[in-house]
């Protein structure tokens, strides 16, 4: 019974040694086994581990890649002296959990480092380029450039760069509105010189049309004075023809005419001799002139 009871305890601490003593790494993890925090050796190979209970502890890292996103804009000036705020990312993976472990002790610490680094590669980097090299195929090379500057720094860190990128690059909001206004400014600009080019044009269209019109009124009032001429000649020659085949009906019917025009208004006084020649068809009865 005594020895049923020492085995129990025994195997009771053997699992409790065991429990504390035995861990797994995981296939996406890497860690450092820590003697009353100085490191003892680093385990970057998945499965079963053992570490002294109560005197070790496993420190885990990712294995995978990893992510950091520029906390800020950097405001960069190019070599063209125009100035971009510009946003980074960052993609990296922890290659030496050991010196990773010695220098930034965990991701939020390395967060800040390498977003440190980064900054100060891209200022570098791109203060040597214009705007047209970040906006045309260079824009590649200057990004490689920055991660080789950021892998060379970053491998005192215990971190292998896999890429860097500019997320993007756009001019201050001063600049830019600066920008809109001198865009606006020459917009307008032209708008009042097509308004002007078009204001002359119209003045041209209305002067020539003004001319022709004044020309083919000129030239309608001289054709119809021409024709109202003719016409008259015509109707004069018409006139003289068919009265001169009888000059005493003539003369008896312009008389005529000119009794109505005078005798056409009531109140109409004439004041004449009674042997006027106005009267001459009023002598006899048969209205043949008096001699």
């Known amino acids: 019974m005594k020895t049923s009871t020492i085995s129990i305890i025994g195997l009771v601490v053997l699992g409790f040694v065991a429990l504390n003593g035995l861990f797994i790494v995981q296939q996406t993890q890497q860690g450092i086994v820590l003697q009353f925090g100085e490191p003892k050796r680093t385990l970057q190979d998945p499965g079963l581990n053992w570490k002294i209970p109560f005197i070790q502890n496993v420190v885990f890292y990712e294995n995978r890649v990893l992510s950091m996103v520029s906390s800020d804009s950097d405001e960069v000036i190019l070599a063209d002296q125009k100035r971009l705020e510009v946003d980074t990312y960052a993609r990296y993976q922890i290659v030496n959990p050991l010196l990773f472990y010695q220098t930034v002790r965990n991701v939020q610490g390395v967060e800040q480092r390498l977003d440190a680094i980064v900054d100060s590669s891209v200022r570098r980097v791109l203060g040597g380029a214009t705007l047209v090299d970040i906006l045309s195929e260079k824009r590649s090379d200057l990004t490689t450039s920055i991660r080789e500057e950021v892998n060379a720094s ?127 068809f009023f002598g006899s009865k048969s209205g043949a002139a008096s001699e």
């Open 154 to 280: 970053a491998e005192s860190l215990g971190l292998d760069i896999i890429d860097v990128r500019i997320r993007r690059a756009d001019y201050p909001d001063a600049t830019s509105q600066n920008i809109f206004n001198r865009m606006k400014s020459e917009r307008e600009r032209e708008a009042k010189e097509f308004r002007a080019t078009g204001e002359e044009e119209a003045q041209k269209i209305r002067a020539d049309a003004d001319k022709q019109r004044t020309v083919m009124v000129a030239d309608a009032r001289r054709q119809s004075e021409i024709l109202r001429g003719e016409g008259d000649a015509k109707s004069i020659q018409i006139y003289a023809d068919a009265f001169g085949q009888d000059k005493d009906f003539f003369s008896f019917y312009r008389s005529m005419q000119a009794y109505r025009k005078t005798f056409s208004e009531e109140g109409t006084s004439l004041v004449l001799s009674p042997d006027s020649e106005f009267f001459r």
